[in-house]
């Protein structure tokens, strides 16, 4: 293996063996030996319109052919104006501000100073600290870190990090129990009421967490949620990174609960897995806590590659797609699928399935089940990436027919050797 280059969330001394891609088109990815894959997971859920999309790669070049980059210090550009105002056109109403920037760790950087600084600049500097979901996961950047719950991505780590309080999500999952919803609002409002003086801000991956195991919960806690943030001066933030452009079945995940968080992040599908960019908005309330005659007041934060033309530019193109092509209905349709497959689906190694939108999960007992899968999923021609005990599939909406049924029989047969 070539190791001058680091990879991710790898331990490198083991010379885990990598699958080098020469092509990849739609939803297949064709490796240096002629297989070909395909691929359930979208790039880490990015890929949503598969690969080599013609009208992506005309409106990245379109755009390359006038300028490929322009610098926000001083200067606009057309594609992040235009970009800027379609994300606040379709987003949750009230979210009429929007700050570019390069991944979805550095959004969620973003709306954390934000918040914190929202609250500097009202005179409440006391106001630092953030409560988030347990099983949190909200990026790698250190910020990202404090508001994260999951030690695989901490360990090294934990002795600098200021963490801030933690909750839980109803059990029960979508459909949860009034005395499961009650039981979680209770936790919240108890941290709230006692730190309320202190906290920023409650920032949550609404209905699904997605590195914390796909974890789905009751969109009635989060309308909940935000009222009670009301109540207690919290401002609330969805980091919407994995969740946003569909993945649940919502464009946005925040619709299932019908609220318009203080805060939105974006990331992963923003840009159809072109170009690595995010965007981070707010309300007019926490947009003008930053205006002043003074930069102390401003937000003083510029991501390079901020509002990167090529970047918004396929952004624009992918949204069009999105809308024309009637995306939502597609994932309806995979959804459908995989509840036709796996609701009634049961095994004795198997803790749960979860389906929603274009996801499907399947928890094992334990992370033995899942030892191996790696390659016999590349044997069956897929390519799936479970990790710790949970195997799961989060394919491009334009997948078809045949290979979604592909993908779902290579699940199955999965479990059926372990009878």
């Known amino acids: 293996m070539n190791n001058k280059v680091w990879y991710p969330y790898s331990q490198m001394q083991l010379n885990e063996s990598r699958y080098k891609v020469v092509h990849a088109e739609k939803e297949y990815i064709t490796l240096d030996n002629g297989q070909r894959l395909?691929?359930?997971v979208s790039s880490w859920w990015a890929a949503i319109h598969g690969y080599n999309h013609l009208e992506l790669n005309e409106a990245l070049s379109n755009q390359a052919n006038k300028f490929a980059h322009i610098m926000l210090g001083g200067l606009t550009h057309k594609p992040a104006?235009?970009?800027?105002?379609?994300?606040?056109?379709?987003?949750?109403?009230?979210?009429?501000?929007?700050?570019?920037?390069?991944?979805?760790?550095?959004?969620?950087?973003?709306?954390?100073k934000m918040a914190i600084q929202y609250w500097s600049n009202k005179g409440k500097k006391a106001k630092c600290k953030f409560v988030s979901l347990k099983k949190a996961y909200h990026g790698d950047t250190f910020k990202a870190m404090e508001v994260g719950d999951d030690s695989d991505y901490q360990n090294s780590y934990n002795h600098i990090l200021n963490k801030?309080?933690?909750?839980?999500?109803?059990?029960g999952g979508f459909n949860c129990t009034k005395e499961e919803l009650q039981e979680a609002l209770l936790e919240l409002e108890s941290i709230l009421k006692a730190h309320a003086n202190e906290i920023a801000g409650f920032i949550v991956e609404p209905i699904m967490q997605g590195a914390g195991g796909f974890q789905i919960y009751s969109p009635e806690y989060l309308t909940e949620a935000k009222k009670m943030c009301s109540d207690f001066n919290v401002l609330f933030i969805a980091d919407e990174v994995a969740t946003g452009f569909g993945r649940t079945g919502k464009l946005f995940a925040c619709e299932h609960a019908g609220i318009t968080p203080d805060i939105l992040i974006l990331g992963k599908a923003l840009t159809?897995?072109?170009?690595?960019?995010?965007?981070t908005l707010s309300t007019d309330i926490v947009y003008d806590a930053f205006l002043g005659s003074t930069y102390e007041e401003a937000f003083m934060h510029g991501p390079t590659f901020m509002g990167n033309p090529l970047a918004c530019a396929v952004g624009l193109k992918s949204y069009e797609i999105f809308e024309r092509e009637d995306y939502l209905n597609k994932i309806k349709h995979i959804e459908t699928?995989?509840?036709?497959?796996?609701s009634d689906?049961?095994?004795e190694e198997i803790y749960e399935i979860r389906i929603l939108g274009?996801?499907?999960?399947?928890?094992?007992?334990?992370?033995?089940t899942v030892k191996g899968f790696k390659p016999y999923a590349i044997k069956k021609g897929l390519w799936l990436r479970p990790?710790?005990?949970?195997?799961?599939?989060?394919?491009?909406?334009?997948?078809?027919?045949?290979?979604?049924?592909?993908?779902?029989?290579g699940l199955i047969e999965w479990f059926e050797m372990k009878k």
């Open 345 to 347: 689906y049961q095994h």
């Open 38 to 40: 395909i691929d359930g």
């Open 272 to 279: 159809a897995g072109y170009i690595g960019h995010a965007a």
């Open 358 to 368: 274009c996801m499907v999960v399947i928890e094992t007992k334990s992370e033995k």
């Open 387 to 409: 990790f710790g005990k949970y195997i799961y599939a989060t394919p491009p909406y334009t997948i078809s027919e045949k290979s979604l049924q592909s993908l779902i029989l």
């Open 337 to 342: 699928q995989f509840k036709v497959a796996f």
């Open 164 to 171: 801030g309080f933690y909750t839980s999500i109803p059990k």
């Open 81 to 112: 104006e235009s970009f800027a105002e379609k994300l606040v056109q379709i987003t949750p109403k009230g979210l009429n501000h929007v700050f570019f920037s390069d991944s979805g760790s550095v959004a969620v950087e973003v709306a954390l």
